[in-house]
C-alpha cells in the first residue's frame, strides 16, 4: 500500500489567503484524523471522521478551519483566511479501527503563512 | 483538560546504554498507551501499543504500563545512534476517543 498520501508538502502563503490542504487515507482504513504539530503546543488533534462522518471536531481551533470528507478516499482541510499563527505541520493519520489500533501518519504539510 | 506530560528533555545516552522515557497522564479512565517516534522533519510512527498493566517487550524496546500511578514507560536498551530521535507517548481517554499526545522527549545516542 502507498501510506497516506498528502499534498502539498510545502505551502507558503500570504496571510489572508484561502489555503486547502489534502489528504488519502490508506484504502480500507474507515477512520481518518487531522492533526497540527508546532514546538509550542505539540502534537494536537483538530477532528476526525469515521466513514467520512466528522466525529469529533473540538480541536478544531476557530470558525477559520473547516474539514470536508467527501469520501473514502479523500479530505481536505480548509483555512480561510489564513493566518501567521496558523503556521505548523499539518499530519492526516488513518486507521482501521480506533481507538485501539494503529494510526498511520501521512508525511505532513508544512504551512508557512507570511 | 487531559494532560499527557513527558520530560522535554534532551535526553543523552551512550551508545549501548539504556533510555528510559517516562510519560504521565491525567485522565484516569484511559485505555490504551502508545510510543510514536518521530525523526526530524519527519512523521510520527507507532513502535509500541500496551493496553493492560506490567511490560510489554518487542526487541530492544520494553513498554512498561502503571494504571495506578497513571504512568507509562519506554525503555530501550543497547540505543544505537538510529535510534536518536523524540518519542511521543500518546493516550486514549476511556471516556471519548481521543488520541492525545504528550510534547515528546528528545533522545540522542552518542557513538
Known amino acids: 500500500d502507498a501510506g497516506v498520501i498528502q499534498s502539498p508538502r510545502h505551502e507558503v502563503t500570504e496571510m489572508g489567503q484561502e489555503v486547502t490542504l489534502r489528504c488519502k487515507p490508506i484504502?480500507?482504513?474507515?477512520?481518518l484524523f487531522w492533526y497540527r504539530q508546532t514546538m509550542m503546543r505539540g502534537l494536537e488533534l483538530l477532528i476526525y471522521f469515521n466513514n467520512n462522518v466528522p466525529i469529533d471536531d473540538s480541536g478544531m481551533p476557530e470558525d477559520r478551519f473547516s474539514a470536508k470528507m467527501p469520501n473514502a478516499s479523500f479530505s481536505t482541510l480548509k483555512i480561510q483566511p489564513s493566518e501567521p499563527r496558523d503556521s505548523a505541520v499539518y499530519f492526516c493519520a488513518s486507521s482501521s479501527g480506533f481507538p485501539t489500533d494503529t494510526q498511520y501518519f501521512g508525511p505532513g504539510t508544512r504551512l508557512t503563512v507570511l | 483538560q487531559k494532560e499527557v506530560e513527558q520530560n522535554s528533555g534532551p535526553l543523552s545516552v551512550p551508545e549501548g546504554a539504556i533510555a528510559s522515557l517516562n510519560c504521565t497522564y491525567s485522565d484516569r479512565g484511559s485505555q490504551s498507551f502508545f510510543w510514536y517516534r518521530q525523526y526530524s522533519g519527519k512523521s510520527p510512527e507507532l513502535i509500541m501499543s500496551i493496553y493492560s498493566n506490567g511490560d510489554k517487550e518487542d526487541g530492544r524496546f520494553t513498554a512498561q504500563l502503571n494504571k495506578a500511578s497513571q504512568y507509562v514507560s519506554l525503555l530501550i536498551r543497547d540505543s544505537q545512534p538510529s535510534d536518536s530521535a523524540t518519542y511521543l507517548c500518546a493516550v486514549n481517554g476511556g471516556s471519548n476517543y481521543k488520541l492525545t499526545f504528550g510534547k515528546g522527549t528528545l533522545l540522542t545516542v552518542n557513538p
Open positions: 484504502s480500507g482504513h474507515d477512520y
